[in-house]
């Protein structure tokens, strides 16, 4: 995945970009623009792959919009209910994965490189095409799509009929106004869509123009303060129990001479830059003796680690052990994930899966705040 390094420089390559004003939405009645990009199967699309098909239906979409997300179930039964009437459909990525900001990915597992793309496709079985225009965002500038979902559909003769939302509701229950089934039941009727246009609802598209946006905040998070405090067995056990905090609390016991502790250091922090505008709390702790401590504070200070860190305030290693987790052998690197009562979601002795564990931190934020602080991280 990604590491906080290579999202810096991929940003700082593109620096130089200017801000441009957002292209124009295509107007109805607009012939489908060319494309040739590339899908998750690395198979490479034209629009002469989808020539047989009687209706094209094209939806900008993404990994990491929680909108779109909940979006994509439907799209799945959208292509399932009308791929034997002859409609075909196409996901694309719109999104420049430089330019999406760790706390903008905090709604869900994965961000938006196409590596990524190739991981959430087959996580959730998508049963249409899913390609990539995050790299030169040249189609999606064709298309004008303000917002990730975004439905463009087209008829036999690749003319625009309808272009804006699925349905009226990013909550399926909710949803009263089925717009994009509506204007695909028009068409194959030969009938003309009696609602052509609508808004969209969603994440903004992640123009390059957002990357300085990026670097800017990955600055001010480099210049945060990064502090170290000694813990010992009666706070180790509260550090355990979770009692009153109403957080999702990841723990990690790591060293500096824990080789797969150091590796994979950078993205246990980005862990927490992920999540940490919701109900969570990442917690370091230095499996080393007291008298290391200016070591392990350079260390943290190197990674920017601005979390709640610990060492170990007495010399009685195993006394300590015992004290955070019977059921810890004192193996290194060590990781619990607990959920805001104390039980725990995720055990990993050794390297951490981050996918996993991203799959295991999300539900639990969703059980206790579903949309915190949401608005304030998309409002950019």
Sequence with gaps: MRSLFLTCLLALTALSAAAAPLPPVLPIGSPLPDFKLKGVDDKVYTPADFASAKILLVVFTCNHCPTAQAYEERIKRITADYKDKGVAVVGINPNSAAAVRFDEMGYGDLGDTFEEMKIRAQHKQFNFPYLDDGEEQAVVAKFGAVATPHVFIFDAERKLRFQGRIDSSEREDLAKGHDTRAALDALLAGKDPEIKTTKVFGCSIKWKDKIPDNVRWMAKV??????????????????????????????????????????EFSELIEQNLRFRHRSFELVTVAAQFPDEEPKVLKFLQDKHASTKNYIFGDTDKYALIEAFDKDWNGELPYTLLLDEKGNVLYRESGSIDFIAIRRAIVPALDRVAPWQNRDKVYER
């Design 222 to 263: 480099a210049r945060e303060p990064v502090a170290l405090e000694k813990i010992d067995a009666a706070g180790l056990k509260a550090l355990r129990a979770n009692t009153g905090t109403g957080k999702v609390r990841l723990v990690n016991f790591w060293a500096t001479w824990c080789g797969p502790c150091v590796s």
